[in-house]
């Protein structure tokens, strides 16, 4: 049973467009969210988080949404650039002192298109 | 400042025999983890260390999986016999701590390929 979820194995989009990346959950104990980047043959980098206290959370032209009611999360890229093509994984974890352990989503393939 | 380090990067095998894979993390960082990434999934946390000591090693297959961080710096991830099922990319992470806002820093993976 998948516990978070990346329903949109891939995504393309045009160079300087808005890439939407879509990520949802099932475990309500989930508290805090993170997004990775991958690219082949490196391991994944973090690129952002957000606290279940909050809805939104920027940094520089990625911005992480969270629906809690709707245990729904997005990143969007603004504008896309042919360098952000990766790989992108949604993560989550339970906030529970000492006993952090992330699930990992299975993925979105970004291909931005110059 | 170095990444996190891991040897070999590709490694070929037939069933049932040994292999080994090696982790050296960022210098300070005392959080150590041992992920699996099967393709087209996202990674699974094996063990995790804290210094030497393994503190969540419940996802770890003890029957055939071992892993140990001596000196509470280097660690290796030992399998031993492989199987088919278990080629996949070994990823190595670690962390500055384990508070939820220290960040995890993955390496670039050991693939293994189980023939």
Known sequence: DQQVKQNSPSLSVQEGRISILNCDYTNSMFDYFLWYKKYPAEGPTF??????????????????????SAKHLSLHIVPSQPGDSAVYFCAATPVVAGSYQLTFGKGTKLSVIP | ????????????????????????????????YWYLQ????????????????????SQLPKDRFSAERLKGVDSTLKIQPAELGDSAVYLCASSLGRALTDTQYFGPGTRLTVL
């Open chain 1, 47 to 68: 690129l952002i988080s957000i606290s279940s206290i909050k809805d939104k959370n920027e940094d520089g032209r990625f911005t992480v949404f969270l629906n809690k």
């Open chain 2, 1 to 32: 400042e170095a990444g996190v380090v891991q040897s070999p990067r590709y490694k070929i095998i037939e069933k049932k025999q040994p292999v080994a894979f090696w982790c050296n993390p960022i210098s300070g960082h005392n959080t150590l």
């Open chain 2, 38 to 57: 099967n393709l087209g999934q996202g990674p699974e946390l094996l063990i995790r260390y804290e210094n030497e000591e393994a503190v969540d090693d």
